[in-house]
C-alpha cells in the first residue's frame, strides 16, 4: 500500500458537512437517509454516521434502501451491530420533503430517487461527469470509502462514538478498499486507525467470516462453470441471479485467479443486466473502464479496481436478446482493455 499525504481534504470535507448541518438544524428535520440498492457497507455505515452526525444537531432521520441485503457479510453487520436500516416503504421517499443520499448520487441508477428532484444532502466517493443537484454536495473520489468522509466528521464532532458504529465504519473502509490497499491517503489511514481503536473486534472478525447459505455456494459453482479467459482477463455470464450481489462475489472471487488481472461478471435481474468489473493492475480505473463499455454513463461507476452498473435489456426478455447484450458488452470490454477484436475467450476451469 502506497498513500500520498493531502492538504487536509478530508477535515475539509468534514467541516463542510458539519457546518451545513449546524446551520440548517432542525429545519430538515426529518431527514430521510438513502443509501443505494442493496447496499454494502460502505453505505449503511455512511447512512448510520450521518444519522448519528444528525441527531447531534437536532435532526431525526430515518434510514432506508431499495432492494435486499442478500450478502453474508453485510447481513452480519446488520445483526450483530443491530444496525437501523430499513427497506424503503411505497410512498416514502415522495413524501419526504428532506433527502440525503449516502453512497450514491440522484442521476445514478442504483437508487429510485427522481433524477430530476434535488437533494438536500449528497455525500459520495464516486466521480460524476454532472453537476450534482444537492444542497450540500461533497463527492470525494480519492476518499476510498464514502463512510470515511462522516468518521471524519464524528472524529471533529464528537469525543466518544458508540462501538457499534466505529465496528461499522471500520467495517465500511476496508471492505471499500480491499484492507486498505487501495488507499490513497495518509489521512484516511489514520482515519481509519482512530475509528478502529473504538471497534468491537470480535464483532468485527465475525461480520469478516460468516457464516454462508447454500445459495452462495450454489452461485460460486455457477461462476466457476461460466468462467472463460483470455489473456489476463477472466470473464463470466451467469445467467438469472437474486441481487447484484451475486455478481459482485463472483467477480470478487475470479480475481484470486493467479492467471488473470481482471474480472468482469454479469447476471440477469428484472429486465436489467448487473455489471461487475474487478482489477489489481496499479493504478486501475475500472469505474472508467466500465463507463465507456455501457451505452449510458450513468449507467456505471467505480473507485480503483472496483466498479459496477446495471444496463436495461432493451429487447424482449428471451434469450438470444440477453446471449446478444452479455455478448456485445464483452467486445466493448475487450477492445477497452486493448484485447483484439474477436478475442477467443476459452472455458477458464473444464
Not at 429545519?27 to 460502505?42: E, K, N, R
Not at 459496477?308 to 467486445?331: A, I, P, T, Y
Request: proline residues 4%.
Amino acid at each position: 500500500m502506497t498513500t500520498k499525504r493531502t492538504n487536509g481534504a478530508g477535515n475539509h470535507h468534514a467541516l463542510q458537512l458539519l457546518t451545513f448541518l449546524a446551520q440548517k438544524g432542525d429545519g430538515i428535520s426529518p431527514l430521510l437517509i438513502l443509501a443505494h440498492d442493496f447496499p454494502d457497507p460502505d453505505a449503511l455505515a455512511t447512512a448510520w454516521g450521518l444519522q448519528v452526525l444528525a441527531r447531534d444537531f437536532g435532526i431525526d432521520s430515518r434510514i432506508v434502501y431499495g432492494g435486499l441485503i442478500t450478502r453474508a457479510e453485510n447481513r452480519a453487520m446488520m445483526k450483530l451491530l443491530k444496525l437501523p436500516a430499513h427497506r424503503l416503504r411505497d410512498g416514502e421517499l415522495k413524501k419526504a420533503k428532506h433527502v440525503a443520499l449516502v453512497d450514491t448520487q440522484p442521476r445514478f441508477e442504483n437508487n429510485p430517487f427522481p433524477a430530476g428532484r434535488r437533494a438536500t444532502i449528497v455525500i459520495d466517493q464516486h466521480r460524476t461527469d454532472e453537476a450534482v443537484a444537492a444542497d450540500l454536495a461533497i463527492v470525494d473520489p480519492t476518499c476510498g470509502a464514502t463512510c470515511v468522509i462522516v468518521a471524519q466528521a464524528l472524529l471533529l464532532q464528537r469525543s466518544e462514538i458508540p462501538s457499534p458504529l466505529a465496528t461499522a465504519l471500520a467495517y465500511g473502509i476496508i471492505s471499500d478498499t480491499l484492507d486498505l490497499y487501495r488507499v490513497e491517503r495518509d489521512d484516511v489511514v489514520q482515519t481509519y486507525l482512530r475509528i478502529l481503536r473504538r471497534a468491537d473486534m470480535r464483532a468485527l472478525a465475525q461480520i469478516q467470516n460468516p457464516q454462508r447459505s447454500r445459495h452462495f455456494f450454489t452461485i460460486l459453482s455457477r461462476g466457476l462453470q461460466a468462467a472463460a479467459v483470455y489473456r489476463r482477463v477472466i470473464v463470466a455470464h451467469l445467467g438469472a441471479v437474486s441481487s447484484p450481489e451475486d455478481v459482485a462475489h463472483v467477480a470478487d472471487f475470479l480475481l484470486t485467479y493467479d492467471r488473470a488481472d481482471w474480472s468482469f461478471c454479469t447476471g440477469r435481474l428484472r429486465g436489467s443486466l448487473c455489471l461487475s468489473l474487478r482489477s489489481e493492475v496499479p493504478g486501475a480505473q475500472a469505474g472508467e473502464v466500465l463507463r465507456r463499455v455501457v451505452d449510458d454513463r450513468d449507467d456505471a461507476g467505480g473507485h480503483g479496481g472496483v466498479a459496477g452498473g446495471r444496463v436495461s435489456l432493451r429487447g424482449h426478455d428471451v434469450e438470444d436478446e440477453w446471449k446478444q447484450l452479455e455478448r456485445n458488452l464483452q467486445e466493448r470490454l475487450a477492445h477497452e482493455l486493448g484485447l483484439p477484436g474477436r478475442a477467443d475467450f476459452r472455458r477458464a476451469f473444464s
